[in-house]
């Protein structure tokens, strides 16, 4: 029989930083990742630190908005506004003159609405009060690499052996990409288990144009474990991935070459 080449079955990005993204077919990948990827994040004025769904005790609704752009970013031009939409299903646009008044008021927090500079910029996570945690309910505070909205690395990759090996390890639980907000998911057919362990230090082409070097897992958080949309609040997800993989869960990766990707794009590992 035939062996199956890793494909790319999916992209991601988040225009706003913690609010729910947009699932896409292709995507350009620069320097600093999926084009348009966190291109805004909201700052809690009374702390100076980026609104993140790392710490719910203060921002326990975020991941009810959704953000998406008014148009396609594309290389060169300013990033485009973005639409945000709101629980009761309101809309607003980045560039409306009442935005950060009007989310503001919703999140119950006063926030404005930024984009990325040279300012090192700060955000809160939560460690929940899990035993299978070090320092657990506890609140940290981390720095984002200069000039992003990230809490880490640019660009997080996942694959559907991964989630499937997670599924069969607690099979009550809904185990789905989304849960875990990667930039690109990849198909890699036979292969069985937490594969991406294997990647670290390696480098991964995807179609002609992008190579990226494979540089860590991803940790998980909290975020894993909470309600979005039809999926509801799960602790299981972050102990079952600290139990069975010492809490990674995908892994991080830098770009070498960026281009474009699309699905059905063939990924090798060189």
């Given at each position: 029989?035939?062996r199956l080449l890793p494909k ?8 706003v930083k913690s609010m729910m ?250």
């Open positions: 029989m035939r790319l079955v999916s992209t991601w990005r988040y225009p993204g947009e699932e896409m077919n292709a995507a350009t990948i620069t320097e600093k990742g999926v084009l348009g990827d966190r291109a805004y994040a909201l700052m809690d004025t009374s702390t100076g630190k980026l609104a993140n769904a790392k710490h719910p005790q203060k921002w326990p609704t975020i991941y009810e908005y959704r953000a998406s752009f008014t148009e396609p970013p594309a290389l060169g031009h300013p990033t485009p506004p973005v639409r945000f939409t709101f629980p009761d299903g309101s809309t607003r646009i980045s560039t409306d003159s009442d935005v950060n008044d009007r989310l503001s008021a919703s999140l119950k927090r006063t926030v404005r609405l930024m984009t990325p500079s040279k300012q090192a910029v700060q955000f809160e996570g939560y460690i929940p009060d899990m035993e299978e945690l070090a320092n657990k309910n506890s609140v940290f505070t981390g720095t984002s690499p200069e000039g992003t909205f990230f809490d880490i690395s640019m660009l997080h990759i996942l694959t559907t052996s991964t989630i499937n090996h997670l599924r069969s390890i607690i099979p009550g639980s809904r185990v789905e990409v989304r849960r875990f907000r990667p930039n690109i998911v990849i198909d890699a057919h036979d292969e069985e288990g937490f594969v991406e362990n294997k990647w670290v230090g390696r480098t991964l082409r995807i179609g002609n144009q992008v190579r990226l070097q494979i540089v860590q897992p991803t940790l998980r958080c909290v975020m894993t474990t909470l309600p979005q949309g039809d999926l509801p609040r799960d602790p299981d997800i972050l102990r079952s991935a600290v139990t069975y993989n010492n809490g990674g869960i995908g892994v991080y990766a830098r770009v070498l070459e960026g281009g474009h990707i699309q699905r059905g794009d063939t990924v090798e590992l060189e």
